[in-house]
């Protein structure tokens, strides 16, 4: 396959994959607030509670479009900030008890969903894709690294 083609083949996936907008038809959260709820979560699990600088920067964005969010979230009763005992100006980020439970909910049919296309494409072709998915995206990876140091230069 050609440069050319494969960056065109690459658009038009990002393109279809962004269309699907997993969250946002059945489930009450966009992609971006499932994904905090997420890592609300996981710092939960690890004993841990996570602030908002965290959370922007697991997420990829901006503080302040952290603290809208939380601020969105709050008003919807799913999150809450809660001071830290010795030092007032540090506030986590925890999720209400309801929820936690619409989150899970939430996953469960997600798991549905991916159980239905696994069931569809067979288990070995799911491997197959996402073993090929990580290698493609290791070896972009590296050729960007490259390319940025100079070595892929002509």
């Known amino acids: 396959m050609e440069a050319n083609r494969l960056m065109r083949e690459l658009y038009d996936i990002a393109r279809r994959l962004d269309s699907v907008q997993l969250f946002n038809h059945a489930f009450p959260f966009n992609n971006t607030e499932m994904q905090l709820i997420k890592e609300i979560l996981q710092a939960k699990e690890a004993g841990k509670n996570i602030i908002s600088s965290r959370l922007a920067e697991a997420l990829g964005i901006t503080r302040s479009a952290v603290s809208q969010m939380v601020n969105k ?66 070896a972009f990876d590296g050729a960007v690294a490259r390319q940025t140091a100079g070595d892929g230069q002509d």
């Open 73 to 138: 979230l709050e008003a919807k009763n799913v999150v809450k900030r809660v001071a830290d005992d010795k030092d007032r100006k540090i506030a986590y980020i925890e999720l209400s008890d309801s929820a936690r439970t619409r989150y899970e909910d939430m996953k469960e049919r997600i798991n549905a969903i991916l159980g239905s296309v696994i069931e569809e494409l067979g288990n070995d072709k799911v491997e197959t894709f996402v073993n090929s998915a990580n290698e493609f995206v290791d």
